[in-house]
């Protein structure tokens, strides 16, 4: 139905059906998606802040027993961002998950959810949100990852948890 101002010479567009059935590809889904993205780089940077704040000895730790590895991985990411190459890619795997299942990070985990623990469960929240919600385009085994940790992540969080789920995440990009 069209409705015409004539003062103010502006014609309104009134849509008679539905409003509840809207496409993923709809503006105001387009909307709500730049508001969860910019709400879920909100929380990561709070996080960020805070793990750089409160857990600064044990992420340097980290850092100094892993430069070497640290190095190796930013020049194979790099080649491959010059030229894609599968074989390079599973180094790159296996050096993040070598550097995921040390101690050192394990160190570093800790101290994140002992100082930043609201911090970290909003960004698994909204991030698992993201995975899980059916108006995103999500690979099916990123949503089943998604659906898994949603729940786990319900309850309280474990340093042995969060690593597992940055393992899982990471053997699904592969």
């Given amino acids: ?26 503006p ?12 879920l780089l909100s929380q990561i940077n709070e996080m960020t802040s805070c793990v750089v704040k409160n857990c600064k000895k044990q992420k340097e730790e980290f850092d100094k027993k892993h430069k070497e590895k640290n190095e190796k991985l930013k020049n194979i990411l790099f080649e491959i961002a010059k ?21 050192e990070k394990r160190r570093v985990v800790d101290c994140q959810l002992e100082k930043c623990y609201k911090q970290t469960k909003n960004v698994l929240q909204t991030t698992f949100e993201v995975f899980t919600d ?31 789920s940055d393992i899982d995440t990471l053997k699904i990009k592969k």
Avoid at 16 to 22: F, G, V, Y
Avoid at 28 to 39: D, E, P, V
Avoid at 145 to 164: D, H, P, R, S
């Fill in 28 to 39: 105001k889904n387009g909307n709500n998606h730049m508001q969860r993205a910019l709400k």
């Fill in 83 to 103: 030229k894609p190459s599968t074989k390079l890619t599973k180094e790159a795997l296996k050096i993040k998950l070598d550097m995921l299942k040390s101690e």
């Fill in 1 to 26: 139905m069209v409705k015409k101002d004539h003062k103010k010479k502006v014609v309104r567009v009134t849509k008679m059906s539905s409003r509840k059935s809207r496409s993923p590809s709809s």
């Fill in 134 to 164: 059916p108006s995103i385009p999500v690979p099916a085994k990123m949503r089943e990852l998604g659906k898994k940790y949603k729940e786990i992540f319900k309850k309280v969080i474990t340093a042995k948890q969060l690593i597992q």
